[in-house]
Antibody, heavy 120, light 110 residues
Framework: EVQLVESGGGLVQPGGSLSLSCAAS????????MHWVRQAAGKGLEWVSY????????YYADSVEGRFTISRDNAKNSLYLQMSSLRAEDTAVYYC?????????????WGQGTLVTVSS | QSVLTQPPSASGTPGQRVTISCSGS????????VNWYQQLPGTAPKLLIY???QRPSGLPNRFSGSKSGTSASLAISGLQSEDEADYYC???????????FGTGTKVTVL
């Protein structure tokens, strides 16, 4: 069974930093590209970032470019999101999500999410 | 602000057919496949339709997807109470170099 478990969320002050982790199990992590997607309370889904399984190439939404860094550790079956210069508008539930093997840009499994609150 | 536009709400009585539209542009829907996600209240999203009209194994055939030009649609036939959820379309956008989600549609079963 595919499992994605996020951790690291919490309360952080504006301008601060936070690091999220996602522990993956139930599939060959190294063979799948991965995403982070966020959702502010009562709002829609917003794609945040992507890391390719083959060469760790990365993509970012304009709203987080230069402030967030996605990375992965295949030996630990883990995905990370390092967030810095956080703003109030970054407050959201952050989901770790798996991309389907062999189908570009198809998210097929999601974690349950971790809440990040940026507030003073 | 999302580049994929959906109606904010849709509704129907049990057994009816409901259709949700998703309008985009040549850089996203017009040149890439569309996927649909269902988000039940308080839960993570779940893949519903992929590659415009394909259903993951185990998904009821009450759900169907289609695409034409720069628009896509999700249809739910034989509406059931458990279909009350938010529905999102999504596609790769070549201009933004990123994945974009629709604005979301809340389906209510009357």
């Amino acid at each position: 069974e595919v499992q994605l478990v996020e951790s690291g969320g919490g309360l952080v002050q504006p301008g601060g930093s936070l690091s999220l982790s996602c522990a993956a199990s139930g599939f060959t992590f190294s063979s799948h590209s991965m995403h982070w997607v966020r959702q502010a309370a009562g709002k829609g889904l917003e794609w945040v970032s992507y890391i390719r399984y083959s060469d760790s190439a990365t993509y970012y939404a304009d709203s987080v470019e230069g402030r967030f860094t996605i990375s992965r550790d295949n030996a630990k079956n883990s995905l990370y999101l390092q967030m810095s210069s956080l703003r109030a508008e970054d407050t959201a539930v952050y989901y770790c999500a798996r991309e389907a093997r062999g189908v570009d840009w198809l998210i097929d499994y999601w974690g349950q999410g971790t809440l990040v609150t940026v507030s003073s | 602000q999302s580049v994929l536009t959906q109606p904010p709400s849709a509704s129907g009585t049990p057994g009816q057919r409901v259709t949700i539209s998703c309008s985009g542009s040549s850089s996203n829907i017009g040149s890439n496949v569309v996927n649909w996600y269902q988000q039940l209240p308080g839960t993570a999203p779940k893949l519903l339709i992929y590659s415009n009209n394909q259903r993951p194994s185990g998904l009821p055939n009450r759900f169907s997807g289609s695409k034409s030009g720069t628009s896509a649609s999700l249809a739910i036939s034989g509406l059931q109470s458990e279909d009350e959820a938010d529905y999102y379309c999504a596609a790769w956008d070549a201009s933004l170099n990123g994945y974009v989600f629709g604005t979301g549609t809340k389906v209510t079963v009357l």
